[in-house]
Nanobody, 118 residues
């Protein structure tokens, strides 16, 4: 599985960005897709996830502001980010999770920088 993240950039507080994650390779049995973010000195944080049944999950800090969605025809997952705050500044990474029995396989995009600043 190969993941390519894009869509990051510099935005003012209150602004919006949409991140994209294009997936390729053996993706037919991926169980869930997600976006994580990381800032220097902190652990990678789960931002949002979407399962194969389209159920979604969000970090408390982004609920009501971020929306995860996917286009199965394009093998792409999106993260729409609205009402951005300076604390949303981070490198955002796309993730794909495959579960086979008791084994979990994680695949990662290269990351895209999001900077929220005036």
């Amino acid at each position: 599985v190969q993941l390519v993240d894009s869509g990051g950039g510099l935005v003012q507080p209150g602004g919006s960005l949409r991140l994209s994650c294009a997936a390729s390779g053996s993706i037919f049995d991926i169980n869930a897709m997600a976006w994580y973010r990381q800032t220097p000195g902190k652990e990678r944080e789960l931002v949002a996830s979407i399962a194969s049944n389209d159920s979604t999950n969000y970090a408390e800090s982004v609920k009501g502001r971020f929306t995860i969605s996917r286009d199965n025809a394009e093998n792409t997952v999106y993260l729409q980010m609205n009402s951005l705050k300076p604390e949303d500044t981070a490198v955002y990474h796309c993730n794909a999770l495959r579960i086979i029995g008791r084994w979990e396989y994680n695949y990662w995009g290269q990351g895209t920088q999001v900077t929220v600043s005036s």
